[in-house]
């Protein structure tokens, strides 16, 4: 399939090749779900926690000798049964992680790029990039385009771009490594640089 090239002012127009099995994918609600709340799962970070005799601090010293004392005897003061003592069945963070198969990530990308398409939601231009890490360039570029909520995807880093985009709350600037399917569907549009869509089809086509 073919999508045009998106341009400003005096750019030349064209379009590009887009392969149909990453770009023309019929959309598979199920495994997208599937694969976006494994992601988010995956970034959950556990923050509960307590701290068992082994990680209690102090208790190394025998409290007093085994015998002759008359009292029970003990080997720790860190023990369950003691006052500052750890706990029996400590807390730890849990991992929320959720397996999903290669084939399945790439199955949910080549649906959402896809679906993309189709609601004319994804723009292809021949590059992107600012000449300075200045924010007012950058929103300027991006007026020209008439865009406003949009993730940036390139094939590499470009620290210019990343710098302007940091200020704007609804921008967002990834190189296709970074590209993850919530970010993809978290906005409006999503703008992919020639190359970028050619790493794609590499990576996931």
Same mark, same amino acid.
């Given at each position: 399939?073919?999508?045009?090239?998106?341009?400003?002012?005096?750019?030349?127009?064209?379009?590009?090749?887009?392969?149909?099995?990453?770009?023309?994918?019929?959309?598979?609600?199920?495994?997208?779900?599937?694969?976006?709340?494994?992601?988010?799962?995956?970034?959950?970070?556990?923050?509960?926690?307590?701290?068992?005799?082994?990680?209690?601090?102090?208790?190394?010293?025998?409290?007093? =000798?085994?015998?002759?004392?008359?009292?029970? $005897?003990?080997?720790?003061? $860190?023990?369950?049964?003691? =006052?500052?003592?750890? %706990?029996?069945?400590?807390? =730890?963070?849990? @991992?929320?992680?959720?397996?999903?198969?290669?084939?399945?990530? =790439?199955?949910?990308?080549?649906?959402?790029?896809?679906?993309?398409? $189709?609601?004319?939601?994804?723009?292809?231009?021949?590059?992107?990039?600012?000449?300075?890490?200045?924010?007012?360039?950058? *929103?300027?570029?991006?007026? @020209?385009?008439?865009?406003?909520? %949009?993730?940036?995807?390139?094939?590499?880093v470009d620290e210019n771009l990343y710098l302007s985009a940091r200020n704007l709350h609804k921008v967002d600037v990834r190189d296709i490594q970074a590209c993850d399917p919530v970010s993809l569907i978290g906005?409006?549009? %999503? %703008?992919?640089? *020639?190359?970028?869509?050619?790493?794609?089809?590499?990576?996931?086509?």
């Open positions: 399939m073919e999508i045009k090239l998106s341009v400003t002012g005096k750019q030349k127009g064209g379009s590009v090749e887009l392969s149909d099995e990453a770009f023309g994918r019929e959309f598979n609600e199920a495994l997208v779900h599937q694969v976006v709340v494994s992601y988010q799962a995956g970034s959950r970070a556990g923050t509960r926690a307590q701290k068992t005799r082994s990680d209690v601090s102090g208790g190394g010293a025998k409290p007093w =000798r085994q015998k002759g004392t008359g009292r029970a $005897r003990a080997g720790t003061s $860190r023990g369950p049964i003691w =006052r500052k003592g750890g %706990v029996t069945f400590a807390a =730890r963070p849990q @991992d929320h992680s959720q397996k999903v198969n290669r084939k399945m990530y =790439r199955g949910a990308m080549q649906c959402i790029l896809s679906e993309l398409v $189709r609601q004319e939601r994804l723009m292809v231009v021949e590059s992107f990039s600012v000449e300075a890490p200045k924010t007012k360039e950058l *929103v300027k570029k991006l007026s @020209d385009y008439g865009l406003d909520d %949009v993730l940036i995807v390139t094939e590499t906005f409006d549009k %999503v %703008v992919m640089t *020639v190359d970028s869509i050619k790493k794609f089809e590499e990576l996931w086509g």
